[in-house]
């Protein structure tokens, strides 16, 4: 079975553009979260969502925002990027709603704005 | 507020030496869970144990045990006879119970533990 897929795996962007960051979750998965894990730190938690809702936000800007589709697949989008913004960021599936649960993650899309 | 803290920033031993990585947290809840996730140069974060608050039995799988101390607010892990393969970044994380819409678990800074052949 897959796991956990991220495209694009590497990207570069300059400041003030937007980028958008894709997650499919394991088959039958229901819930997928976001990080932001800058160089030397551990992940931070951005948003959570759960059949299609979002369940939980981190303490990010509001250039950051995210969505859920019918199929549970997820996208993370950021406007306006900042030097600040590079970093890995992880998208994690679940087959609960609940940050406590087991999560699974991919192997990130590693960011950078120059 | 919560905060976790992996003092350890950076362990080398060598192959086959026993090596704890130590966890010390705050919360103001009695009840919450603590993670171990292991993150090896791929990039991807792999679960390794999840523990809630009312279970202070010690734990172990294979080589690997944990030790968790609600007097001391730690939770510690032990990988015995250590093997290369074991080389990676490791995090401790927490997460205050029941969760809500704004609880999000929250991770230490992380240990990168190097074993030397």
């Known amino acids: 079975d897959a796991g956990v897929t991220q495209s694009p795996t590497h990207l570069i962007k300059t400041r003030g553009q937007h980028v958008t960051l894709r997650c499919s979750p394991i088959?039958?998965?229901?819930?997928v979260s976001w990080y932001q894990q800058v160089l030397g730190q551990g992940p931070q938690f951005i948003f959570q969502?759960?059949?299609?809702?979002?369940?939980g936000r981190g303490n990010f800007p509001d250039r950051f925002s995210a969505r859920q589709f019918p199929n549970y697949s997820s996208e993370l989008n950021v406007n306006a990027l900042l030097l600040g913004d590079s970093a890995l960021y992880l998208c994690?599936?679940?087959?609960?709603?609940?940050?406590?649960?087991?999560?699974?993650f991919g192997p990130g899309t590693r960011l950078t704005v120059l | 507020a919560q905060k976790v803290t992996q003092a350890q920033t950076e362990i080398s031993v060598v192959e086959k030496e026993d090596v704890t990585l130590d966890c010390v947290y705050e919360?103001?809840?009695?009840?919450?869970?603590l993670f171990w996730y292991k993150q090896p140069p791929s990039g991807e974060l792999v679960f390794l144990i999840r523990?809630?608050?009312?279970?202070?039995q010690n734990e172990i799988s294979g080589r690997y045990s944990w030790n968790f101390q609600k007097s001391t607010s730690s939770f510690n892990f032990t990988i015995t006879a250590s093997q290369v393969v074991d080389s990676a970044v490791y995090f401790c994380?927490?997460?205050?119970?029941?969760?809500?819409?704004?609880?999000?678990?929250?991770f230490g800074k992380g240990t990168r533990l190097h074993i030397l052949p």
């Open positions: 969502y759960y059949e299609k809702e979002e369940r």
């Open positions: 523990r809630n608050s009312f279970d202070e």
């Open positions: 919360t103001r809840d009695t009840t919450y869970y």
């Open positions: 994380a927490l997460i205050q119970l029941p969760a809500n819409r704004d609880d999000k678990i929250i």
């Open positions: 994690a599936s679940s087959g609960q709603g609940s940050s406590y649960n087991e999560q699974f």
């Open positions: 088959s039958g998965h229901k819930s």
